[in-house]
């Protein structure tokens, strides 16, 4: 029987046949959910796509500009303010495949939006959290650790939506575009963080970034989805989880390529 080598590109070309084939009009989940954006459209979303992304490290930010006034106003030593710090990180690293696989069931529009309201939320409340608790370290470990959950999601949606709505030859540059989002929102909650926190105190660096979040959803949901593609039950998301068909994948051969371990040692 002859071998069959497969590789990394192998299968990624699969899938990238299957978004293309998918994207002029043969659903997988719906007509309307696969057709390819129009320039306009395009241009569009990248932009709120781009500012969401902003937003994402804009909130993702506010902890660290304000830890050492925390860490003052709460007498926490660095061992404590490490833990709050690092718990966004054990939250982040467990919903990279579910948010995935949940985007190509129902949707990275829907997964973006529903994610970016609860952690949007969860900024604008946590200095409520903490002056309300007499145990602020526990609920804002915890918070962070929810935060982590729900941003992890982010970028396997985005892959995902742009698989379905972005032409191949246009799917770069949006993605690279978009993906700009981390390097400004840094820089901008930076420069905006580090005044609010001098003026303000630290809760106005969380309300900032919160409600601008926030602000963020209620506007994509009003302008850009209608009122079917923002909504998510718990049927969808039951369905999400279920799996309609098994695909077999020669997990082995793809281990013994060197590319694949340049990319595990790069993310490491």
């Known amino acids: 029987m ?3 080598r497969v590789s990394g590109t192998d299968v990624l070309l699969s899938v990238q046949r299957e978004a293309e084939d998918s994207c002029p009009g043969e659903p997988t989940m719906t007509a309307n959910a696969n057709a390819c954006w129009s320039g306009s459209q395009a241009r569009v979303w990248t932009l709120m796509l781009l500012l969401g992304t902003c937003l994402l490290y804009c909130t993702r930010v506010t902890m ?3 830890a050492v006034a925390m860490s003052e106003e709460f007498s926490w030593n660095k061992k404590q303010s490490g833990i709050v710090l690092g718990s966004f990180f054990w939250g982040y690293c467990f919903t990279q495949v579910i948010g995935g696989h949940l985007s190509d069931k129902i949707g990275g529009e829907k997964i973006l939006l529903l994610s970016a309201s609860a952690w949007g939320l969860l900024t604008t409340i946590t200095p409520l959290v903490a002056h309300m608790t007499s145990v602020p370290l526990l609920f804002l470990t915890i918070l962070r650790f929810l935060m ?4 992890g999601v982010h ?3 985005l892959a995902s939506l742009f698989s379905r709505k972005v032409q191949e030859n246009e799917r770069a540059f949006r993605c690279c ?3 700009c989002g981390s390097q400004v929102g ?3 909650i930076g420069a905006v963080g580090s005044l609010l926190l001098d003026q303000y105190g630290w809760e106005s660096v969380f309300y900032f970034a919160g409600l601008c979040t926030l602000l963020w959803v209620y506007w994509m949901c009003s302008h850009l989805l209608s009122e079917k593609e923002h909504t998510v039950s718990l049927e969808d998301i039951a369905k ?5 068909r098994q695909i077999h994948v020669s997990w082995k051969p793809l281990f013994r390529k060197a590319s694949v371990w340049a990319v595990k040692s790069f993310c490491l």
Request: charged fraction near 0%; aromatic fraction near 8%.
């Open 177 to 179: 575009t978009v993906g």
């Open 64 to 66: 660290p500009i304000c």
């Open 155 to 157: 970028f396997p949606a």
């Open 2 to 4: 002859a071998a069959v």
């Open 240 to 244: 999400g989880f279920s799996s309609s």
């Open 148 to 151: 982590g959950l729900l941003q």
């Open 186 to 188: 840094t820089l901008v």
